[in-house]
Nanobody, 114 residues
């Protein structure tokens, strides 16, 4: 029933910026929280940024000051603005939404060459 459509991935040079979008079916207020996760090849999946229904945010230490999670309620969309990108940010990025049960989007690849 719940669908999360992710877009905005791609290849960018180090120091550049990229914005990911996650469009959810229905109102994003139906979710306890939404967020972004990533998994680099050979690594474990890690939390990048989350936002609760009330707007509280939490970030991985590795992206604090560089990434920003935001939302457009009218568009039922959550964004991840990624600035000052580093090769270490290269990973497959997933959108997730929690309604008690966690739903996962298809995800998108972000590549930052060394």
């Amino acid at each position: 029933q719940v669908q999360l459509v992710v877009s905005g991935g791609g290849l960018v040079q180090a120091g550049g910026s990229l914005r990911l979008s996650c469009a959810a079916s229905g109102s994003i207020f139906s979710f306890n929280a939404m967020g972004w996760y990533r998994q680099a090849t050979g690594n474990e999946r890690e939390m990048v940024a989350i936002m609760t229904r009330g707007g509280s945010t939490n970030y991985a230490d590795s992206v604090k000051g560089r990434f920003t999670i935001s939302r457009d309620i009218a568009k039922s969309t959550v964004y991840l603005q990624m600035n000052s990108l580093k090769p270490e940010d290269t990973a497959f990025y997933y959108c997730a939404a929690d309604q008690g049960t966690v739903y996962w989007g298809r995800g998108t690849q972000v590549t930052v060459p060394s």
